[in-house]
């Protein structure tokens, strides 16, 4: 065998996860392959909203989150990532978003003397705890909703933005010019404790990481079927939007406090849905994120609706296009947005928030199974590179270091 065909750790996936293995592995001076079966990754890391959402995550999501804010800001200096730090606005259109809003302000206020401390340490808005409450004209002075259509709002200002479409060929470069060897157009089928089999040879590993997001059914059916993994599918738009201003950090809205972590948990969070889904059961049957990003270019990013199963079908239904762009006309008081592009995302789907196993010796499955590879697969797959090849001497956070595994 060759000796180019021997590596330290051998990564299946391209991915965010996948990537960030890579960068994990790299940093600690391993030899690292990188295996993926397309020609460029084209899977959930580029289909998404580009919205680094650290704040509205909870338990072990948030640390990886913090960490992974900290790894795309690097990104950022050293990889020419295209990254905009602007925090996420949260609209509140009823009394009960708005009390959602202050509930989890009041129990992410620092502590007394806490300033002091958190400017040494990065700031709450550098760990993703601050969250700073809106009135109503002021939400409406920065975000482009429709006037008289909010009773007030959020910012949450440790939140980034990347462009998903260029951030992976971006980090992908980067890691290539570090010695990292990218297998592209490369089947995986069969991986054993030292050993990965591909389409084009074996592969001889001392660390073998998986990082295929849903199709870790394909690879090791058996562990999806145990684990509950499925395939979640969604709706997205790319629209041209004739806006009142440009909308500068990414927009959630009262759909999105029933989604994350942070927010769901609340005692206020329920009587919001109970509310939401009684007025509208069609929006809550097509498992609504009501949420919006703008891109580079002043294009605006639609979505998203979320139905799950092993398969999921390619037919997307014209319907759930129709919804996202009625309630994005609303929101923002305008008729004119035009689709350029729709898609389907696919990501894995799970009871848990990740997927994260050794399930032979030396042989990890890593992989965010509840939509938030982009914001926190980075801590993800440093948390996993570090329980084998050890810490890395400028990461002090024993929590990510450490992570868990089952």
């Known amino acids: 065998m060759r000796d180019a065909d021997r590596a330290d750790v051998v990564v299946v996936g391209a991915g965010v996860v996948g990537l960030g293995a890579a960068l994990a592995a790299v940093d600690r001076g391993l030899r690292v392959i990188v295996v993926e079966r397309g020609s460029e990754a084209s899977g959930a890391s580029i289909r998404n909203f580009g919205h680094l959402c650290v704040t509205p995550q909870a338990g072990v999501a948030l640390e990886y989150g913090r960490a992974a804010r900290e790894i795309w800001r690097r990104l950022a200096r050293e990889a020419g990532v295209w990254l905009c730090e602007s925090g996420t606005f949260v609209a509140a259109r009823a009394d009960d978003e708005l009390a959602v809003l202050a509930e989890f302000a009041a129990a992410h206020a620092p502590a007394a003397g806490a300033a002091d401390a958190g400017a040494a340490g990065g700031g709450a808005a550098a760990d993703g705890a601050a969250v700073e409450l809106l009135g109503a004209a002021e939400f409406e002075a920065r975000v482009p909703v429709a006037a008289g259509s909010v009773v007030g ?114 005692a206020s969070t329920a009587a919001l849905r109970d509310r939401l889904h009684g007025e509208r059961p069609d929006l809550a049957a097509i498992d609504l994120n009501q949420m919006y990003t703008q891109l580079p270019d002043g294009t605006l990013i639609v979505g998203d609706t979320h139905y799950r199963g092993r398969t999921v079908a390619p037919f997307q239904s014209e319907a759930a296009a129709d919804a996202l762009l009625e309630e994005a006309r609303r929101l923002f008081g305008t008729t004119s947005l035009r689709v350029l592009e729709r898609w389907q995302g696919v990501y894995a789907s799970g009871p848990d928030d990740y997927l994260d196993l050794e399930v032979r010796p030396d042989v990890h499955l890593a992989a965010a199974t509840t939509g938030i590879g982009m914001t926190t697969g980075f801590g993800l797959a440093e948390a996993v590179v570090a329980r084998f090849a050890g810490p890395r001497a400028d990461l002090t956070s024993s929590s990510i270091q450490e992570g868990s595994t089952r």
Do not use: K
């Open 153 to 266: 709002g959020a910012l949450l200002p440790a939140d980034l933005q990347a462009n998903p479409r260029q951030a992976l060929g971006a980090v992908t470069a980067y890691l290539a010019g570090r010695g990292v060897d990218f297998r592209f157009r490369t089947a995986v089928g069969r991986i054993e404790p030292g050993l990965v089999s591909t389409s084009r040879g074996d592969l001889v590993a001392g660390h073998v990481v998986v990082a295929v997001n849903h199709d870790v059914d394909l690879l090791f059916p058996d562990v999806a079927e145990r684990e509950g993994i499925v395939r979640c599918g969604l709706d997205m738009l790319r629209v041209a939007a004739d806006l009142r201003m440009p909308l500068a950090a990414p927009l959630l809205t009262g759909w999105s406090l029933l989604r994350y972590g942070a927010f769901a948990g609340l």
